[in-house]
């Protein structure tokens, strides 16, 4: 069975990843947390790096970021123009207090885990690139809260590898979410595969989520109804921003609708026991039909097919009850369209 990683008000816990949409700018960061809040997001999410221990000099930057650059600079140094030092960390974090939002930060190396890790965050996320990362893993698990997981480009072998080191490290499996992404952005429809993401479930016994990089919003909503207890999507203010995750990612407005759709799907699940709803039964007497004569009977005639039919309200005798009134003697007369009772 899927298991829920959920909110205090049970409700799928919704991640606004903030990213480096901020293009290094602490007021546009400000803004976002503000967006995020806004839009109904439980989550905030940054991005924590020092751009010279996360990339060598010569790394190229991903195709995807090639075509949101207008430049053809190296990794390292559009990763530098995006880092947000420990004092802005600081303020976003008063910030998020500020609008009722909980702060998080992804750590893409293990200096800035320790930074993460003075800043008391309420769990971690490790992103799909450090999933392979065994020091990286290790020092996440060390620290002994919630993890998130997210397992683009893994296969299934390799999401097992990443338990079976969080767990050695310290860590509970039952602390553990999986979320099911694909990484490339945006992310082809046709290469989603949200079942994957109740493989994952089936194959491990632990929560699961979805990290979305498709365009729009139904595809996270889909996750829900699948079983997501997590879902993660970007958000920008502008999506014609310079920068490598802007094209990716929702607008304010964008993200405010996938949040109520996801709450609006969330509701309609309901607690899967079949039965008339408070609404409905108000209309079992309307819709339904009952036992009703035909034609006019005599008291002591026989109820037969020919003088019994079954019309609207559902008041009297339940039509299921038909082979039961067939050869029966009718106890007193029955006008045209009489219920039988």
């Given amino acids: 069975a899927i298991k829920r990683f959920m909110t205090s008000s049970d409700q799928a816990l919704i991640i606004a990843e903030a990213g480096v949409n901020h293009n290094g700018d602490l007021e546009r960061a400000i803004q976002l947390i503000d967006a995020a809040a806004d839009a109904g997001a439980d989550v905030v999410k940054f991005q924590t790096f020092q751009a010279n221990k996360l990339a060598t000099f010569n790394a190229e930057q991903a195709s995807y970021q090639q075509k ?69 893993l290790r020092e996440v698990s060390a620290q002994g809260k919630p993890i998130i997981l997210s397992t683009g480009m893994s296969t299934l072998g390799e999401i097992e590898a990443a338990l079976v080191a969080l767990e050695k490290a ?20 046709e290469e989603v595969n949200l079942r994957a993401m109740q493989s994952i479930a089936i194959a491990f016994g632990i929560d699961v989520g979805y990290s979305d990089h498709t365009e729009g919003i139904s595809v996270p909503i889909a996750a829900i109804a699948m079983g997501a207890s997590v879902i993660e999507k970007h958000l920008t203010l502008d999506r014609n921003l310079p920068g490598p995750d802007h094209r990716a990612s929702l607008e304010p407005d964008e993200f405010m609708a996938m949040v109520h759709g996801i709450r609006n799907v969330e509701k309609a699940l309901g ?41 609207r309200p559902g008041t009297g005798i339940s039509p299921m009850h038909w082979d039961d009134w067939i050869g029966r003697q009718a106890t007193r007369d029955f006008s045209t369209d009489e219920l039988i009772t």
């Fill in 68 to 136: 949101a650059s207008a430049t053809k600079e190296s990794q390292l140094s559009m990763l530098q123009k995006l880092e947000l030092n420990p004092e802005q960390h600081k303020h976003l974090i008063d910030h998020c207090l500020k609008r009722n939002i909980e702060f998080l930060s992804t750590a893409f190396d293990l200096h800035s885990i320790k930074i993460l890790s003075s800043l008391n965050i309420k769990r971690w996320k490790i992103p799909s690139g450090e999933i392979t990362n065994l020091p990286y």
């Fill in 170 to 189: 310290g860590v509970l499996r039952s602390q553990i979410t999986a979320l099911h992404c694909t990484t490339e952005y945006p992310a082809p429809i």
């Fill in 271 to 311: 607690d899967g026991i079949k039965r008339p709803t408070m609404s409905e039964q108000a209309n079992i007497k309307v819709a339904r039909k009952s036992l009703v004569a035909s034609q006019a009977i005599r008291s002591g005639e026989q109820f037969t097919v020919d003088n019994l039919t079954t019309k």
